[in-house]
């Protein structure tokens, strides 16, 4: 069963890309100089970081880390270095790798993790303010892993842009305010939270205060220095654990020996033929990939650009094929590692042609339920795993075609709301389901100890007909991560549109048998065609969901944000 509710999409923090032609470039929005690369990242000032390190000489996986380390200081409300994140990266020959920061439950953490005293649930804020909702984070041994493969410029030199914005400070822009108030039990959970961007009154601060940071900064220059060990070992490490288990109601806590095991996991990327382009996504522990390849596998037999971009069949078509892949991810998708998950299979040609003969052009599908894919394992439960806010996607085209999609997260906004070195910690193992069993029969995405929690993070990138880099793309936003980027996808390949077109795309998702409409959009003014065609219980609403892309056109590479982020990045 798909339990996304409407609910939790409208509680997602806001997040965005963006990289502009000089001719159409918002004020105050950094101008890609060349068309030979590009950076998308859902702050200016971050994008900024990343493009940096690019006109130094930098590699795509250089300007990404510079990208990620940025971020962290100027959006600390869905991304930094107290999470973890995936991401793929391919070159001109066709080379396609992934890399797996995902967070860690500790050692000592049981399937029954989540569960109080008298084995009931206790309310999920209760869950994601305390040291049980706290991963291992895996950014920095991500971006470790992969410098030492791929980067060109010294590991320190990446952390400049980042520690002069932790330094010199940064003003609260309008999304930041908005974060800052509507999640301020997270944000204003730990002292060192409220003395960064909350008033004597404990308000938030003002839309263009100026935040000076500078634990960050000594945190940054200490991991610029050491280099990994300088996080996963010493005293940060120790900071980390004790912070953790402090606040941790039960015995398994975070150990400093949990922070030094972490291990960052180069794993085997998902790739899948949609009309001749060659996508690529990121596999387990993500569900993400799977969801972006079955939504488009599935919909191949269906003329789409005959249909066009502005006919509600095409739409409900793209709901009948989320319907069906996110009933395969409720029951399959988890950790690999811990349990066997049929990734191969639920990407299968074979297969999907099953699932994709089960949708009608001219009405709905009855209740819809996970197949039986090859590999498919038995006797799986549907868990409870509750709904995932927020996260933030970036990209990179480096001057040698080499593509980076990375999307990086602390879960919900502002992640636990502990802090340790001017950093968030995230509630990542909050994406496991919290229950382990349900009906006596045991959830793939149940808490064991070292394991990832399931995600639905889908940092993609494809590859046009003739084998030539072609996209770069992902999206923030939770549950709706894997629908808003197979959306963009189908924009640029089957319409033609560029990477603001494509993104800025009107809305929609299928929650079980509820749909959702975009508000403001020409789908609100055909809520009736899509009744008529079985989708009965119809939602119009705004939809808070941001996706960004690199697109590669007739004049060279092009990145951009979603349109709808338009005005939240600026301050007076």
């Known amino acids: 069963m798909n339990r996304l509710t409407l609910a939790s999409l409208l509680a997602l923090p ?72 995936f991401m793929v990266r391919g070159t001109l020959d066709g080379a396609v790798t992934s890399y797996d920061g995902r967070e860690t439950a500790p050692s000592g953490a049981t399937p029954e993790w989540f569960l109080g005293e008298d084995g009931e649930l206790p309310p999920f804020i209760e869950s994601v303010r305390s040291g049980l909702s706290v991963g291992v984070p895996g950014n920095i041994a991500l971006a470790a892993k992969a410098h030492a493969e791929h980067g060109r410029l010294p590991w320190a030199e990446l952390f400049g842009p980042a520690i002069a914005l932790a330094r010199d400070g940064f003003e609260i822009n309008p999304r930041m305010h908005n974060s800052l108030t509507s999640a301020k039990n997270r944000a204003a959970f730990s002292e060192s939270g409220r003395a960064l961007f909350y008033d004597a009154a404990g308000e938030p601060l003002a839309v263009g ?40 109601p039960r015995a398994g806590a975070m150990t400093a020996a949990d922070v030094a095991a972490y291990e960052a996991k180069e794993r085997d990327a998902l790739c899948g033929d949609y009309r001749g ?24 037999r269906f003329d789409l650009t005959a249909l066009g971009a502005e006919n509600p069949v095409t739409w409900h078509l793209f709901l009948e094929s989320q319907r069906l892949a996110y009933a395969d991810r409720e029951l399959y998708a988890a950790d690999s590692d811990f349990v066997s998950v049929p990734a191969r299979g639920l990407v299968d040609p074979d297969y999907l042609a099953s699932r994709s003969a089960l949708i009608s052009a001219d009405s709905t599908m009855g209740e819809v339920t996970a197949g039986t894919p090859p ?50 910690l995230n509630n990542e193992l909050t994406d496991f389901s919290r229950a382990p069993e349900v009906d006596g ?20 990138l494809a590859y046009d007909p003739s084998g030539q880099p072609f996209m770069v793309v992902g999206a923030a936003g939770g549950g709706t991560i894997p629908v808003q980027t197979a959306r963009s996808i189908i924009g ?27 508000e403001g959009t020409w789908l609100e003014a055909q809520a009736d065609a899509f009744r008529a065609l079985g989708h009965g219980d119809v939602m119009i609403r705004e939809a808070p969901v941001k996706a960004g892309a690199i697109l590669r056109g007739a004049n060279g590479w092009v990145g951009a944000r979603d349109p709808r982020l338009e005005g939240q990045l600026e301050t007076p």
């Open 14 to 85: 806001l997040a965005g890309c963006a990289t502009y032609p000089a001719d159409t470039a918002p004020e105050n929005v950094a101008v890609t100089p060349t068309p030979s690369w590009a950076v998308s990242a859902a702050d200016p000032r971050a994008q900024e970081a990343g493009e940096s390190i690019l006109r130094k000489g930098g590699s795509a996986t250089d300007a990404a880390i510079a990208t990620m380390l940025a971020l962290t200081v100027v959006e600390p409300q869905s991304s930094g270095i107290g999470g973890g994140g």
């Open 209 to 248: 205060t100026r935040v000076v940071n500078e634990p960050l900064a000594r945190t940054f220059e200490a991991i610029a220095a050491g280099g990994r060990s300088a996080f996963y070992s010493g005293d940060l490490a120790a900071e980390i654990a004790a912070t953790v288990a402090a606040d941790t």
């Open 277 to 300: 382009y060659r996508v690529c996504s990121m596999g387990p522990p993500t569900s993400g990939g799977i969801v972006v390849l079955q939504i488009l596998g599935q919909l191949e």
């Open 375 to 424: 590999g498919a394992p038995q006797a799986l439960a549907d868990g409870d795993e509750p709904e995932e806010q927020g996260t933030t996607h970036f990209a990179v085209v480096d001057d040698a075609g080499t593509m980076v999609s990375y999307t990086s997260t602390v879960e919900g906004p502002f992640g636990s709301g502990l802090m340790v070195g001017g950093f968030y």
């Open 441 to 460: 029969r045991l959830v793939a995405n149940r808490v064991e100890p070292g394991k990832r929690p399931r995600s639905s993070m889908s940092p993609s």
């Open 492 to 518: 640029a390949i089957d319409f033609g549109l560029d990477a603001e077109e494509a993104l800025g795309l009107p809305f929609l998702m299928a929650f079980g048998d509820r749909v959702l409409l975009e």
